[in-house]
């Protein structure tokens, strides 16, 4: 084998290996280095959700809903978020619950209505009842004491022939929603002057109010906070008094009047034994 032949050879020997190295490194030949990749961490948000099971109608409270962790994905629209909205007390005050909310469901903006938005007095409203509005005045809403969720008798004075004046408890037990536009007692309000108050009543009861306000005057009966009174028959007048003198009815049975424990009748006489 003469020189020529070998040098030939061993310059193709030379570039089939300086090719066999550039194809493999073009091929990305070789042990791959492995390298830790840690996974990217799923973005979260604080959402409004309820920490107990929420009714229609119901004031909202700041310890009755909590923040929570929900994947920012799944975050819809609706939903109130800290990043919105801020501190609980602000998503809370004023407002009232729309419709009803279990345990850890998101509060969104449609299941709260505030207090100056329309919708609100309905939301107030326990399922089957409704707002009627009755005109009163400082003598017959208790001098101004009677607010908003308290409780109330409703008494209907009217006159009959004779010029004689009838009163009736028409209705017992009943809520007041508000008294004018005030729907909530304020820290340390302790009378509310108002011309309207508006009642939350039964259908029925309702046509009775608006039947009850074309026959006389309307007055409210405060009830105290924790009643247990026996529940006063609707409809059951009290005995009637009479007005004018030398009126023939005037000789029917005197009115009982109670001073200081003491009972006395119409003339003055202090009855004996306690009053029934």
Known sequence: MNTKRI??????????????LL????????T????????????????????????????????QVRWQKWPATSVDSSFITRSSAGSIDDVVKGTVVRSPLTAGQ????????????????????????????????????????????????????RKSEGNRVN????????RVLAVDQTFKQEKDTKTVIGKTATLEVTPAQAEQVARAQTQGALSLSLRPLTSTDTPIASNAPVRAL?????DSDNTGDPVSIIRYGVSHDSSGIVQAGTPK
């Open 167 to 174: 009163s009736s408890t028409i209705l017992t037990d009943v």
């Open 32 to 63: 791959p280095k492995v390298e830790a990749k840690i996974a990217p961490q799923m973005q979260m948000s604080d959402v409004l959700v309820a920490s107990s099971a929420l009714q229609p109608g119901q004031a909202l409270l700041a310890d």
């Open 242 to 246: 009479s007005h004018g003198a030398g």
């Open 7 to 20: 040098i030939v050879l061993g310059i193709a020997g030379i570039m089939a290996i300086v090719a066999a």
């Open 106 to 157: 998101p509060v969104t903006s449609a299941s709260l209505v505030h207090g100056n938005a329309v919708g609100f007095m309905a939301a107030m409203l326990n399922p089957g009842m409704r707002a009627i509005s009755i005109t009163i005045s400082t003598d017959s809403g208790a001098g101004g004491f009677v607010l908003p969720n308290d409780r109330i008798d409703l008494i209907l004075t």
């Open 23 to 30: 194809a493999r490194s073009v091929m990305g030949g070789g």
